[in-house]
């Protein structure tokens, strides 16, 4: 899929079939997040892959605003470094990568939670030196997706040419 298709089309996915992800479309997934622009190359990110069944239940339990994270696939816990100012940025690219790349391959995938997260930490058993940005759940859409139907705010609300408020379109 070309990359402004999948970012056109891409929508959040919430319900999964319980068709397994293959081990090689997780790792091309991954991959895209270990890829994701860094400043400073600084990279300060670590993705833990969740597969067992019993674990991604408990994430889908501590995650109130997605507990649909239990039907998932697998779920990629995203923590950064703490203390590191641009960790979020940098955290928050590697996601979209891996949202697209994982849209791309036919997977849904959803973002859940933001920022400091210690039930996922402590389940995870992630060092003081990190913490958790988000978790990303991931499978195959249970549903039918209609792909790019997207309700977006017009071009000339959103940008303007050289200053604020003149229409860029």
Do not use: C
């Not at 990629?76 to 703490?82: D, F, G, N, S």
């Amino acid at each position: 899929m070309d990359v402004f298709d999948a970012v056109r089309t891409v929508l959040a996915v919430r319900r999964y079939t319980e068709r397994p992800v293959p081990a090689d479309v997780v790792r091309r997934i991954v991959e895209a997040g270990r890829l994701s622009a860094s400043a400073g190359n600084q990279q300060p990110w670590h993705f833990i892959v969740i597969s067992e069944r019993a674990t991604i239940a408990k994430v889908g339990e501590i995650m109130t605003t997605g507990p649909y994270a239990n039907e998932a696939s697998h779920v990629i816990a995203v923590m950064i470094v703490k203390d590191k100012r641009i960790a979020i940025s940098d955290g928050s690219r590697a996601i979209q990568n891996m949202i697209l790349t994982a849209w791309s391959e036919g997977v849904g995938s959803n973002w859940i939670g933001f920022g400091h997260m210690p039930a996922i930490e402590e389940l995870l058993g992630v060092p003081d030196t990190h913490q958790a940005l988000a978790v990303l759940a991931l499978g195959y859409p249970a549903e039918a997706v209609g792909r790019g139907r997207k309700k977006r705010k017009p071009m000339a609300e959103i940008a303007s040419r050289e200053r604020f408020g003149t229409p860029f379109a």
